[in-house]
């Protein structure tokens, strides 16, 4: 069968790659990596909430990044209906949508910038399971 899409699982691909961080794979060149490999195929990865939500990485960095790689799509987060508490779906959509929109919109300069504060967090963060078992 033909390969019509490519999608990488984050928190899969940590796992595989005993890493503390599952959004390190963006960082180190991982994810880009394999996004070079498939050029014309539409390209996905990660998890979506509202753009100012999200933990440990505000979602709107993460939009930023899919952007920087040319994703074609995404998958709600887990954490989504609990981020939506008490808004209408459509708006709760709608803004997701915004959020994307404005993350393919930015100038070179903003890219690098939002790449930069992304990578700062991410260098902070590890998965407090892996703290507690001195990972």
Known sequence: M??????????????????????????????????????????????????????PIPCYLLMGEMARLNCHFSFLRRSFYRDIQGLDLRIAIASILEGLKKAFLRSPEEVERDHQIFSLLVQEWIRPEFVSKGG
């Not at 490519?6 to 180190?28: C, Q, S, T």
Request: glycine share 12%; charged share 20%; with cysteine.
């Open 2 to 55: 033909p390969l019509s899409r490519v999608y990488v699982g984050l928190n899969d691909l940590a796992i595989e790659l005993r890493m503390p961080n599952i959004f390190k794979v963006l960082i180190n060149g991982t994810v880009e990596k394999v996004r070079e490999c498939f050029p014309d195929i539409p390209f996905g990865f990660g998890g979506l909430t509202l753009p100012y939500r999200g933990h």
